[in-house]
Structures are given as C-alpha cells and as structure tokens.
C-alpha cells in the first residue's frame, strides 16, 4: 500500500477558499498517476471548521479495469462515496452521502452536510484492481465561514 501527496503537485482549478462556498475540483489521471490495490492518495486538504456541502464523481475516460474507489475523510475514504472508475466513461454521480436532495418540488440541502472538525485530507482510497489508465475525477462543494477562509497555498503546503 502506497500514500500520495497528490494535492501538492495538482491544486484544484477552483476559486480560492473564501467566505461562503466554492469547489474543489481534482483529475485523477490513472495513466500518470498509477495506483496499485489498496493504494491511497491524500486528493485535497481540507481545514477545520469548514462543512462539505455536496460531491459529485465521474469517470471521464474508461479505465482498462472496472475497481472501486472510496473517497472520505479518513485514510479508507468510505463516508463521502464509493465510486466505480469503470471500464465505461459516464456522466457526473452524486456522491453517497453529500448532495442536494428535492423535496415536494423545491431544492432543499441534505441533511448529511459534513462538517470537519481538524485539519485533514479528502482521500481516495483505491480498492478492487490496479489502476493504469483511464481518468476520473471529482468536485466537492465546501462552506466557509468568514474567519475560516484561508489562501490556496495553504492547502498544498503542509
């Protein structure tokens, strides 16, 4: 079993991490980024006191293997998703436990919003098969409070 510093090398795209919400955005290149059973890497920082609010996964390009991903708070990375990075390419999914849910026609937020309570990482656990090819990618929205933001380069730096 291999750990990852992948947030160090590939900062997500999205806004800085400022009052009131923003995304994080990664992709998970297999082909660059090979990972064996059971492998790990640490996809973003995360900071205390922020809340995850909704997720969503994708594979973008098809794998060679059909193996699980798991992504979470803790090294195994089961409580946010599990994830297929499929041997077919598809659209966005929303994650397990993350995520906006409609109630008699109106959008209204889920109540499984995930606060964080120390500093940490959003894993991605790699389950089920060797990973050689194909791309996945995923995008959290997360809630800041305005004494909690911080600038980018303190989510690659440790």
């Given amino acids: 079993m291999a750990i990852y510093d992948y947030?160090?090398?590939?900062?997500s795209p999205s806004q800085a991490p400022n009052f009131g919400t923003f995304w994080l955005y990664a992709k998970v290149d297999f082909a660059k980024q090979n990972m064996g059973i059971n492998d790990d890497l640490r996809l973003f920082k995360v900071k205390d006191k922020w809340v995850l609010r909704n997720g969503y996964t994708r594979c973008l390009v098809a794998s060679g293997v059909a193996n699980t991903i798991d992504l979470g708070t803790a090294q195994n990375g089961t409580e946010l998703d599990a994830a297929a990075n499929a041997?077919?390419?598809g659209d966005w999914?929303?994650?397990d436990t993350l995520g906006i849910v409609v109630v008699d026609d109106t959008v209204d937020v889920n109540v499984t919003q995930i606060p964080i309570t120390a500093d940490g990482y959003i894993w991605l656990d790699n389950n089920t098969a060797a990973a050689s090819s194909g791309i996945f990618e995923v995008m959290l929205e997360v809630m800041v409070g305005p004494n909690d933001a911080?600038?980018?380069?303190?989510?690659?730096?440790?």
Avoid at 7 to 11: A, C, D, N, V
């Fill in 7 to 11: 947030y160090r090398e590939h900062q």
């Fill in 87 to 89: 041997n077919s390419a």
């Fill in 93 to 95: 999914l929303q994650m």
């Fill in 150 to 158: 911080e600038g980018t380069d303190s989510l690659t730096e440790d």
